[in-house]
């Protein structure tokens, strides 16, 4: 009798017959990432609602969206379509930077255990705050808060410092008044603070992550809640951080 592996591996494929283009001049490429944009959004959406989003006749969408089933990148649901395994997969291996993960693993989960708190390696990305890794500490005081999202504004602690260390001109949208001032002070002391400023009772500590040339690559980040001194915090932060820059340029 054959294995489960074995009849799945050999299970075929519906074949894939697309045009260039959609009707409306739109690429193939543009049409299925418009689809995982708006199944990000709405995380379940069925056909109709899918089309509207991207503006597609329903009948290019439904033959992309099954197409991406086919893929993995889409799997059908009770409310119509989601996400699909193969893009998680596929993200889970996603580094900016190469040895960037294998580099802050072990430090960000000894810094966790020795804070309590959760600690992330976050990058900028298309103007936002994108954490590529959480790692929770015990007690997690601030898990349901935060909802382990992985998007945030750019004006998060970690963003402050990826924006203080990047290009001048970086897009990162709309800058408040103050921001030179605090971004002179965020690249002369190393540091970076969030005091409730996006989520109540939340706090953060931000320190850069430096490649070779000393250009920052990454920010780690220790998230907690209102009760701790982050000036405390930020001592053992920059310890690590310093630690983690370090194993990057051997890299």
Not at 149 to 166: E, M, N, S
Request: aromatic fraction near 4%; hydrophobic fraction near 45%.
């Amino acid at each position: 009798m054959q294995s489960v592996q074995s009849v799945q591996s050999v299970r075929p494929v519906r074949p894939v017959a697309v045009p260039a283009a959609d009707a409306g001049g739109r690429s193939v490429l543009e049409g299925a990432f418009g689809l995982l944009g708006a199944l990000e959004r709405a995380q379940v959406a069925g056909l109709t609602r899918l089309a509207a989003d991207c503006g597609l006749p329903k009948t290019t969408a439904h033959r992309l969206l099954e197409q991406l089933v086919d893929l993995g990148a889409v799997e059908r649901c009770a409310g119509g379509y989601r996400m699909g395994p193969r893009l998680f997969r596929l993200g889970q291996r996603w580094q900016p930077h190469p040895g960037l993960r294998a580099a802050t693993w072990e430090s960000a989960r000894r810094l966790a255990q020795l804070t309590g708190a959760m600690v992330g390696v976050n990058v900028l990305r298309e103007g936002q705050t994108l954490v590529l890794d959480w790692t929770a500490g015990e007690p997690d005081t601030v898990r349901d808060r935060l909802r382990h999202d992985v998007v945030w504004p750019w004006f998060t602690a970690a963003g402050k410092v990826l924006v203080a260390g990047a290009h001048p001109r970086l897009p990162v949208g709309p800058q408040p008044a103050a921001w030179e001032r605090e971004a002179a002070v965020v690249r002369e002391e190393g540091v970076a603070f969030d005091r409730e400023e996006l989520v109540t009772g939340v706090c953060c500590v931000a320190v850069p992550l430096k490649g070779p040339g000393g250009v920052t690559v990454a920010a780690l980040s220790v998230v907690t809640d209102s009760g701790h001194r982050l000036d405390r915090l930020a001592d053992v932060v920059q310890r690590a951080g310093r630690a983690i820059s370090a194993g990057l340029r051997s890299r």
